[in-house]
Structures are given as C-alpha cells and as structure tokens.
C-alpha cells in the first residue's frame, strides 16, 4: 500500500514538473518570437481566435441541475486567455490557451483544485471552433489521448466537450458536454 501510494505521488509530482514546464514555454514562447510573428498579440489574427469565448457564463449540461459558471478572460498583453471556473460543488479550475508563434499551434493547460492537470500540446481553432488534443495518462497507466472542443454556437453560446481515446484517436468517448449561455448584464 505504500509503495502504491509512493508511486502515485511520483506520478503526479511528475504531472506537476511537466505542468510547470508548460506554463513556461507558453509564458515565453510568444514573447520570444514576437519579433518573429506579424505584431503584437492584441492585433495578431491568430491569437484573436478565442475572443468569442472572452465574457462572464452560465454553464449548463443536459441532464444535470449543477450551478457552474465561468469567466474567460485576457491577460499578459493579449496573449493568454485563461478561463476561470467553478463547477458548483467545490470544484473549481482554471484553463489556460496561448497561441505560439514559433510553432504555428494553440497550447493548453486545465488545473483543478482536485490535483487534476491535463497539458494540451496540439491546438488549432478554425471558423469559431477550437480542438485541443494532449495525452495523458488512465487510471491504470495507460495512454489516454484528450480531446477538447470549444464550438461558438452564436454569440451568446459556446459548446465545450472533452473525449478520451485510448485508442491514439481512432475511436473516441465522451467524458463531458457543456453550454456555456452568456451572462446578461
């Protein structure tokens, strides 16, 4: 039982490490490669993609009476939009998207107060969706590929959803599928 419990603690002391290692390509890869990139990324296209997702929510799920909400906002000149969320009954989490201008791809982080971190290395956002795909790793060991959807519906709804495949994407189960209404002001 302590071994178990030791090597769990590696693994997430692990998780955390590349967590951390993450966060630091996203905080200075754009930086880094601005003078690369066509500008800031306040007028950057690429980095615009995510805006529709930008605004105070209500998160709602078919078949669920949860009180979630969310809020998407900028920071660091533009360049990171972070989702702050609280799922109604204790869980909260925050989920971090740059654009990186170095390798042409959006990169993501979502970290729970629960200890849960999932690090999205393949990231592209076309006509008002985003996909996000990170591997990860099952309860048992084994490869489970993440993949999460952000679809605007209108300007006032956003789909999100998250598969697992354990199967390197060849077949796909749902985990979740969440509509964001946007707060009235």
Same mark, same amino acid.
């Given at each position: ?7 769990? $603690? ?22 880094? $490669? ?30 669920? $009476? ?98 697992? $495949? ?20």
């Amino acid at each position: 039982m302590a071994k178990q419990i030791l090597v769990q $603690s590696l693994q997430a002391f692990r998780k955390v490490l590349s967590v951390l290692t993450l966060l630091l390509r996203i905080a200075f890869v754009p930086r880094a $490669s601005a003078a690369n990139g066509p500008g800031t990324c306040a007028a950057n296209s690429e980095s615009r993609q995510l805006d529709f997702w930008v605004g105070d929510w209500t998160i709602s799920s078919a078949g669920s $009476s949860f009180n979630a909400t969310s809020t998407v906002s900028l920071s660091l000149d533009n360049c990171v939009i972070t989702e702050n969320w609280d799922g109604g009954k204790g869980q909260r989490g925050e989920n971090i998207f740059a654009y990186s201008y170095g390798d042409q791809g959006w990169r993501g982080l979502f970290v729970d107060n629960e200890g849960r971190a999932h690090a999205f290395i393949n990231g592209k956002i076309s006509a008002g969706t985003a996909e996000f795909l990170g591997p990860n790793r099952g309860s048992n060991g084994e490869e489970v590929l993440n993949r999460i959807r952000v679809v605007r519906l209108s300007a006032d709804k956003v789909e999100q959803t998250w598969d697992k $495949s354990t199967d390197k994407g060849a077949t796909w189960n749902p985990v979740f599928r969440l509509e964001y209404s946007r707060k009235k002001s």
